[in-house]
């Protein structure tokens, strides 16, 4: 059972189009992190969400977790070629069982045209 | 290096042989975690190890899974008498500290002829 749906899956932009990636999830987690992964390479961590509400900004990315702590969302402004990659949400918890091992959204597919 | 190294970063072997893999985790850092990702099932966690604590192995998806830990640092992931459903990116990443940001090597691309 996948308990971190991410959408869209896949997602092909022009250069310079905002774009938003959405995980959802019925479960409540701890915390909340945002991965990029690029071909041949391990994810690399972008950010971690805490608080139910909390944004955080990383240059033209933008970050959310929601008010409840089920869902988050990545807004990309200006998409650059640069940003092309897979990009996944993963969650701790949601049970205190579950220690720091982290659960991974199905991901999203990005692919900037310049 | 400064980052988790895994080795070796390509495996190809036959169904039925044993494989085994390599975690070389940041130095200090006290976690280390076992994922595994595949085209069918995403990233999935594997085994966890923290300090000398005993591991949380529930996710490791059968008893031909197996790893450990040698003093607190490198970790060896083995899989005995492997099979097709086998072939996956495995990934090993470290933390610090429990709770802390993992931080993920490049994997060992495995595939079962």
Do not use: M
Not at chain 2, 67 to 87: F, K, N
């Amino acid at each position: 059972t996948q308990l971190l749906e991410q959408s869209p899956q896949f997602l092909s932009i022009q250069e310079g189009e905002n774009l938003t990636v959405y995980c959802n999830s019925s479960s409540v987690f701890s915390s909340l992190q945002w991965y990029r992964q690029e071909p041949g390479e391990g994810p690399v961590l972008l950010v971690t969400v805490v608080t139910g509400g909390e944004v955080k900004k990383l240059k033209r990315l933008t970050f959310q977790f929601g008010d409840a702590r089920k869902d988050s969302s990545l807004h990309i402004t200006a998409a650059q070629p640069g940003d092309t990659g897979l990009y996944l949400c993963a969650g701790t918890g949601p049970k205190k069982s579950s220690g720091d091992k982290l659960t991974f959204g199905t991901g999203t597919r990005l692919a900037v045209r310049p | 290096g400064a980052g988790v190294s895994q080795s070796p970063s390509n495996k190809v072997t036959e169904k039925g042989k044993d494989v085994e893999l390599r975690c070389d985790p940041i130095s200090g850092h006290t976690a280390l975690y076992w994922y595994r990702q595949s085209l069918g099932q995403g990233l999935e966690f594997l085994i966890y190890f923290q300090g000398n604590s005993a591991p949380d192995k529930s996710g490791l998806p059968s008893d031909r899974f197996s790893a450990e830990r040698t003093g607190g640092s490198v970790s060896t992931l083995t899989i005995q008498r492997t099979q097709q459903e086998d072939s996956a990116v495995y990934l090993c990443a470290s933390s610090l500290i429990r709770g802390q940001p993992q931080h993920f090597g490049d994997g060992t691309r495995l595939s079962i002829l």
